[in-house]
């Protein structure tokens, strides 16, 4: 099947719980949370929208109508399109607290998880593509794991330099990196100097769902390596598990250490 964007659900140690993103199809995420969570809770503690895609916002707009949301987490956005503007008006209908966040915010969540926002700074860039360049990028870091959701931000050079620029390196260190990967697209050089600093164990690769046009064109071309054989990327020595071939991947930490289940 086609890429459907990603989700991540975050169970803390004391019942916390938080998403972040949705993927495209509200549906399998539902199932996913009902498989996931007791069939009696109807609630999340925080939503977490990383970047306005659709394939990380439409699952998100089925879920804020179906759960009781403590609050909801983005990155605002200067030139609203029509599926973000219908995002924020229903948090608004619905009376969800609402909290725009940039570089510098730290977001505790329960007792033992918190939340640090990475990118973008606060003044967000006016740039060619708003979506991917002033995506959040956060590090989640818990008693026993840190998680750096590069998200959709692996791809933009501006917001890699950034960070490159803005945060120091052992803000930027990590067990595990999320990053989603775009078909035919290589990623920026910058990324290598970001995962030097961050020192993961493991990569974590979420396809990116085609548009229209992608898709139309994978049919009739192969895919291309990432990168050209004679250039070594950093990341080529990272072991990485990538959800396309694997589905949904499960976590599980504590203080003393952590470990990764696939299916």
Same mark, same amino acid.
């Given at each position: 099947?086609?890429?459907?964007?990603?989700?991540?659900?975050? #169970?803390?140690?004391? @019942?916390?719980?938080?998403? %972040?993103?949705? @993927?495209?199809?509200?549906?399998?995420?539902?199932?996913?949370?009902?498989?996931?969570?007791?069939? *009696?809770?109807?609630?999340?503690?925080?939503?977490?929208?990383?970047?306005? #895609?659709?394939?990380?916002?439409?699952?998100?707009?089925?879920?804020?109508?179906?759960?009781?949301?403590?609050?909801?987490?983005? /990155?605002? !956005?200067?030139?609203? /399109?029509?599926?973000?503007?219908?995002?924020? #008006? +229903? &948090?608004?209908?619905?009376? %969800?607290?609402?909290? !725009?966040?940039?570089?510098?915010?730290? &977001? #505790?969540?329960?007792?033992?998880?918190?939340?640090?926002?990475? *990118?973008?700074?606060?003044?967000?860039?006016?740039?060619?593509?708003?979506?991917?360049?002033?995506?959040?990028?956060?590090? &989640?870091?818990?008693?026993?794991? $840190?998680?750096?959701?590069?998200?959709?931000? =692996?791809?933009?050079?501006?917001?890699?330099?950034?960070?490159?620029?803005?945060?120091?390196?052992?803000?930027?260190?990590?067990?595990?990196?999320? !990053?989603?990967?775009?078909?035919?697209?290589?990623?920026?050089?910058?990324?290598?100097?970001?995962?030097? $600093?961050?020192?993961?164990?493991?990569?974590?690769?979420?396809?990116?769902?085609?548009?229209?046009?992608?898709? +139309? =064109?994978?049919?009739?071309? +192969? $895919?291309?390596?990432?990168?050209?054989?004679?250039?070594?990327?950093?990341?080529?020595? %990272?072991?990485?598990?990538?959800?396309?071939? !694997?589905?949904?991947?499960? &976590?599980?930490?504590?203080?003393?250490? *952590?470990?990764?289940?696939?299916?």
């Amino acid at each position: 099947g086609q890429p459907q964007g990603e989700a991540i659900l975050l #169970r803390t140690p004391d @019942g916390k719980t938080l998403l %972040i993103d949705g @993927g495209l199809d509200a549906s399998s995420l539902a199932q996913e949370l009902d498989s996931r969570l007791p069939s *009696w809770q109807r609630s999340l503690d925080a939503v977490l929208l990383t970047t306005p #895609r659709q394939d990380h916002l439409v699952g998100l707009l089925d879920i804020v109508q179906r759960y009781e949301i403590g609050e909801i987490i983005d /990155g605002g !956005m200067l030139h609203p /399109g029509t599926t973000y503007a219908r995002w924020r #008006r +229903t &948090i608004s209908e619905r009376n %969800i607290r609402y909290l !725009m966040v940039n570089q510098s915010t730290d &977001i #505790r969540i329960g007792r033992f998880v918190s939340l640090e926002i990475l *990118w973008p700074t606060s003044s967000l860039h006016k740039g060619s593509n708003e979506v991917r360049d002033n995506g959040l990028i956060l590090r &989640i870091v818990t008693p026993g794991l $840190r998680l750096l959701l590069l998200g959709a931000g =692996a791809q933009s050079k501006y917001a890699l330099s950034g960070l490159l620029n803005t945060v120091d390196t052992p803000h930027l260190q990590a067990e595990v990196v999320q !990053m989603i990967e775009e078909a035919n697209v290589p990623f920026p050089e910058e990324l290598d100097s970001v995962l030097q $600093r961050t020192e993961p164990a493991l990569l974590l690769m979420t396809p990116a769902a085609l548009s229209k046009k992608q898709k +139309t =064109a994978t049919q009739s071309t +192969t $895919r291309m390596p990432l990168s050209s054989p004679t250039q070594k990327r950093v990341w080529a020595n %990272i072991p990485t598990v990538r959800t396309a071939q !694997m589905g949904t991947i499960q &976590i599980s930490y504590n203080s003393q250490g *952590w470990n990764v289940n696939t299916g």
